[in-house]
């Protein structure tokens, strides 16, 4: 069982930072793709990042600029950097995994930009 740790979220004023860690743990086979997605009450989820193995890392327009997604030290692990945030990042932030056993989902953290 493949399971996806977050942290991070919290509430910040417009212009701050913010960092998501995510950590899997359990049985992983290849990972294919790891990344950020995020949900805003009211509307569907939607990418915000992901990597892509051996491929590239895709950003939504909306953070391109602002947030970078990289590999931590820690072996299947990634790190979201969120810049200049802004009144409409806020939203539940989930990671997301797909290995070659599955697709897997963290449990979400809330990230909150105040004006």
């Known amino acids: 069982q493949v399971q996806l740790v977050e942290s991070g979220g919290g509430l910040v004023q417009t212009g701050g930072s913010l960092r998501l860690s995510c950590a899997a743990s359990?049985?992983?086979?290849?990972?294919?793709?790891m990344g950020w997605y995020r949900q805003a009450p009211g509307k569907q989820r939607e990418l915000v990042a992901v990597?892509?193995?051996?491929?590239?890392?895709d950003y939504a327009d909306s953070v391109k600029g602002r947030f970078t997604l990289s590999e931590s030290n820690v072996k299947n692990a990634m790190y979201l950097q969120m810049n200049s945030l802004k009144p409409e990042d806020t939203a539940v932030y989930y990671c997301n995994l797909v290995s070659d056993s599955g697709e897997y989902w963290g449990q979400g953290t809330q990230v909150t930009v105040s004006s």
């Open positions: 359990g049985i992983i086979f290849r990972i294919n793709a």
């Open positions: 990597y892509t193995r051996g491929v590239r890392t």
